[in-house]
């Protein structure tokens, strides 16, 4: 009884239309394929100043673009392309570098590791609502629905309600299905 109860409440809070959002946390809309995925091959980034695609290790790239390259290759399911994008920021231990490290563990299925990067990312940065949206999905597809349950109530808590993190949390355990974004 207290499931259905909460999937109403949860449910009720927010329309549908806002859990469109991307991986970066403020986007609203899934990451646009650029030249990084449509002609760039493997670990390699469009560089828009050489107009030509780079090894991201080797390249004057600056985090952001790094960040977005990494957020498109993870949606275009290159999990392995984005780790390798990851490798090449500048500050691995930074929380944002740490939830993405997370998100694709957990795309590939690997999610005590994913959890262990979430739960550094959230140790660095307690509000870092993304890595606990994240996590709860992780959650939610492990079948723990109440510890997906207190990382949304700590979303909530820390400012949250009403941004993707807290509706796309709340829509997974709501609905059992998580985002590839």
Known sequence: MYRPLLS???SSLLPAAAIAAGMG????????????????????????????????KHSALDPETLYGAVRELAYAGRYEDAQSVLRAMPDPRDDRVLTYWGFTHRKL?????????????????????????YLGQGLVEAGDTDAAIAQWREITARGGAG?????????AIRTGMTFSY
């Open 8 to 10: 109403l409440a949860l």
């Open 25 to 56: 946390g403020s986007s609203t809309t899934p990451p646009k394929p650029t030249a990084t995925t449509k002609t760039c091959t493997g670990a390699q980034v469009w560089d828009p100043k050489t107009e030509t695609c780079v090894d991201p």
């Open 109 to 133: 299925g690997h999610l005590t590791l994913a959890q262990m990067f979430y739960d550094e990312a959230i140790a660095r940065n307690p509000d870092n609502l993304l890595a606990r949206s």
């Open 163 to 171: 941004s993707w993190p807290e509706t796309a949390l709340r829509e």
